[in-house]
Nanobody, 115 residues
């Protein structure tokens, strides 16, 4: 069964940085689309950033110029570099990868931005 393992969340002060990573466990498979979503308490899950197999990226307006999504050549790992973090970035962040035609979700990692 395909699984995604996320890491890198935590508590950071406003203006700080965090780097999230997400790796899948499927041997020999390269994910096509990869993305990060987030869900704040009592909010809806929203797309933060996505990246295609060809490296095309897309960002939510609220994170443009602050966040950067990247992936490895093997198609197993997707990263989200988050800079200039704001309190409103506080949420649970979820990774999604499309593997062998199926969307697989991670379990979520908490990011809290607070002084």
């Amino acid at each position: 069964q395909a699984q995604l393992v996320e890491s890198g969340g935590g508590l950071v002060q406003p203006g700080g940085s965090l780097r999230l990573s997400c790796v899948h466990s499927v041997r020999g498979a390269s994910a096509s689309g990869m993305a990060w979503y987030r869900q704040a308490p009592e909010g809806q899950r929203e797309l933060v950033a996505s990246i295609t197999a060809g490296g095309h990226t897309n960002y939510a307006d609220s994170v443009k110029d602050r966040f950067s999504i990247s992936r490895d050549k093997a198609g197993k790992t997707v990263n989200l570099q988050m800079n200039s973090l704001k309190p409103e970035d506080t949420a649970t962040y979820y990774c999604k990868q499309r593997i062998l035609g199926r969307d697989i979700w991670g379990q979520g990692t908490q990011v809290t931005v607070s002084s």
